[in-house]
């Protein structure tokens, strides 16, 4: 059974940092590239970046709504994808999903169960 | 950046109606358009990809049509599980994008 398990969530005050974890399980994580999203209460889902395999050198892309605040990476060996947030601002509240990427598509097959961040004073 | 509208934003339903949802493109996406259902405190679930493509376990009454900036999920039957919210995504551009999402109500 393939589970994607997030933690890391909490509240955090505005300028200040988190740094999110989803360990993989049931799949050989180290094949497929890897994806955050999110989704603020009540809101739509939003897609913040990618990073690749290592074939792919591990290379990331970012939604810009992030960029430069937020960095993806990943520890192969311990099947574990990362997502360290810098500078949050207020509207980055949301529940945090890690996603999978369907094989040879950019589309999220599996997904873990979210972790909520807060951001406020 | 590619914006991705869905129309309409809900719509309330009985079951055993067809429902459709329409999803269209700012710009054009080939054929790199995918389907979400989400459930009230769960993960979204990927329906379809590809336009058209079911992803495994998904019902037959989910279907998927378009091509370019145009797209529809239909439903053909409504079943009492079906009640959700539904997002499209585009897979071919970066930023990649979802749409707004549309909200199925029971009637």
């Known amino acids: 059974e393939v589970q994607l398990v997030e933690s890391g969530g909490g509240l955090v005050q505005p300028g200040g940092s988190l740094r999110l974890s989803c360990v993989v399980s049931g799949l050989t994580f180290s094949d497929h590239y890897m994806d955050w999203l999110r989704q603020a209460p009540g809101k739509g889902l939003e897609w913040v970046g990618r990073?690749?395999?290592?074939?792919?050198?591990?290379?990331?892309e970012y939604a810009a709504s992030v960029k430069g605040r937020f960095s993806i990476s990943r520890d192969d060996s311990k099947s574990s994808l990362y997502l360290q947030m810098n500078s949050l601002k207020t509207e980055d509240t949301a529940v945090y999903y890690c996603?999978?990427?369907?094989?040879?598509?950019?589309?999220?097959?599996?997904w873990g169960q979210g972790t909520l961040v807060t951001v406020s004073s | 950046d590619v914006q991705m509208t869905q129309s309409p934003s809900s719509v309330s339903a009985s079951v055993g109606d067809r429902v459709t949802i329409t999803c269209r493109a700012s710009e054009g996406i080939a054929t790199s358009l995918a389907w979400y259902q989400q459930k009230p405190g769960e993960a979204p679930k990927l329906l379809i990809y590809d336009i058209s493509t079911l992803q495994s376990g998904v019902p037959l009454r989910f279907s998927g049509t378009g091509s370019g900036t145009d797209f529809t999920l239909t439903i053909s039957s409504l079943h009492p599980e079906d009640f959700a919210t539904y997002y499209c995504q585009q897979g071919e551009i970066y930023p990649l994008a979802l749409g707004g999402g549309t909200k199925v109500e029971i009637k």
């Open positions: 996603a999978r990427d369907h094989p040879g598509k950019a589309y999220f097959d599996y």
């Open positions: 990073i690749r395999e290592k074939t792919n050198s591990y290379t990331t």
